[in-house]
């Protein structure tokens, strides 16, 4: 595994220094599109619980409303959202608001595939969660990951937490070519453009979890296969 990580490392770091080269131009576009149509920063920072369960800032660009997170739903977002700007709206179905995560993985904050990140805010405490939850962040977070390309937004936290130890358990066989699989996953799912919100029913389901205290999975009732 050390292999693995090093070799991860080394290619994350410079494929997100390239990019960002290559991508300024479309950084500049969109930070353009963004001041013209709302009040605000361009990018949006938050407060993520990373590797180990420490936090870090992670940057998207911005595709709601200033302070949106006081308003209305908080944390989440759903269909017709009345806080996402008209072109927050494009952003987000084209995932062009996660560009500026390339800067977190060129820190080392997160990986380009990797359990997604939750919002410290929003999420129980590091040391108060079960051992299924904390496994998921024996890794650095990703931009993406296997639940994302498999669920995205359709999933509740439980079951995105047992496709996370699933990820985790295929790299330790599989290593960089299981990486490479989910970054093409990735390409087909942002193409469909689709489960960009949270559906309501996660939503209370994930209030719920949350306001436990603690994170649980009964891996008996959430039986999961990926090839």
Not at 80 to 94: A, I, S
Not at 102 to 130: I, Q
Not at 170 to 180: A, F, H, N, S, T
Request: aromatic content about 12%.
């Amino acid at each position: 595994m050390k292999c693995y990580f090093f070799f991860k490392r080394l290619f994350d770091i410079v494929t997100s220094a390239i990019a960002l080269v290559i991508l300024s131009p479309i950084f500049l576009v969109i930070a353009i599109a963004i001041k013209l149509d709302s009040k605000g920063p361009v990018i949006f920072k938050q407060e993520r619980m990373g590797y180990q369960g420490k936090p870090y800032n992670m940057y998207k660009f911005r595709s709601m409303v200033q302070d949106a997170q006081s308003m209305g739903s908080g944390l989440y977002s759903f269909k017709d959202d009345p806080r996402v700007t008209k072109v927050g709206k494009v952003l987000r179905h084209t995932s062009l608001d996660e560009l500026p995560q390339l800067v977190n993985v060129l820190k080392g904050d997160m990986a380009y595939v990797g359990p997604r990140s939750p919002v410290v805010s929003g999420f129980p405490k590091y040391e108060d969660l079960s051992d299924s939850y904390k496994r998921r962040f024996s890794v650095l977070p990703g931009i993406t990951g296997l639940a994302q390309v498999v669920g995205r937004n359709e999933f509740s936290w439980d079951e995105k937490v047992e496709y996370d130890n699933i990820y985790i358990d295929k790299i330790k066989k599989w290593g960089l070519l299981y990486d490479i699989k989910i970054l093409f996953m990735t390409v087909v799912r942002v193409g469909s453009m689709s489960d960009v919100e949270e559906s309501p029913e996660n939503m209370e389901k994930n209030k719920d979890l949350m306001n436990m205290g603690h994170g649980q999975l009964d891996s008996s009732q959430n039986k999961v296969n990926v090839d």
